[in-house]
């Protein structure tokens, strides 16, 4: 019987401690604690390559700077709080107004693109189409320029893509080719300009992520 209430003893014990430790940390991670420091240094090899990869996604068309924003939010909550590759939330909300600047710059873009030319709705949304399309096709076949020759290309093809689907989605409204070509040189620059502005803030992003996990 003693040895009964003994083991009751403890083992109610042992949960209320249990329960109290969940109570104050039930939304952290103790990475120093059973990952120091190889965990660490993993996961924020993860967030960089994570943020490249989202970088890589606005050439076709893809919101991936506010994909890495929502990464670096993630990191600064679950991530390590008090080592070295710890990011604060200042370094948050500079990415999130820097993902902010590069969709400004392109809606600017496109504003002065195909829209200011008369660009129908079903024109937009085949030149988004399009250049998505050209985008991939791009990526993959490149240009013959070295480290950059990809990128370069996902750019030049989702302006071509962004041509090519607006001046389809004016012909099939019954404007001559004419007519279609002046909106569709609008998309390619459009397209190309606002391209351009969120690859640049999408960098700034990445950058923002590589610094904080390494000072």
Not at 139 to 163: D, E, H, K, M, R
Request: charged fraction near 10%.
């Amino acid at each position: 019987m003693n040895i009964l209430r003994s083991f009751s003893g403890i083992s109610l014990y042992l949960l209320a401690d249990v329960s109290s430790n969940a109570d104050s940390s039930w939304w952290s991670i103790d990475w120093g604690g059973w990952w120091e420091p190889t965990g660490t240094v993993m996961l924020a090899i993860a967030l960089v390559l994570l943020c490249i990869i989202a970088w890589g996604a606005n050439l076709i068309a893809l919101p991936g700077n506010w994909f890495s924003v929502a990464l670096l939010a993630l990191y600064a909550w679950l991530g390590p709080q008090e080592t070295r590759i710890a990011i604060g939330y200042a370094a948050v909300v500079f990415a999130f107004f820097s993902a902010l600047v590069g969709e400004l710059l392109e809606f600017i873009a496109g504003a002065l693109g195909a829209k200011s030319a008369g660009a129908s709705r079903k024109s937009t949304i085949f030149a988004v189409l399009g250049s998505m399309i050209g985008a991939i096709l791009g990526a993959i076949i490149g240009v013959p320029i070295p480290v950059i020759g990809s990128v370069i290309g996902a750019i030049l093809f989702g302006g071509l893509g962004a041509t090519a689907g607006a001046m389809y989605g004016e012909w099939t409204d019954g404007r001559s080719w004419r007519e279609s070509w002046s909106i569709g040189h609008a998309a390619f620059w459009g397209r190309t300009f606002g391209t351009l502005g969120k690859i640049s803030a999408g960098l700034v992003i990445v950058l923002v992520a590589v610094v904080g996990v390494l000072w």
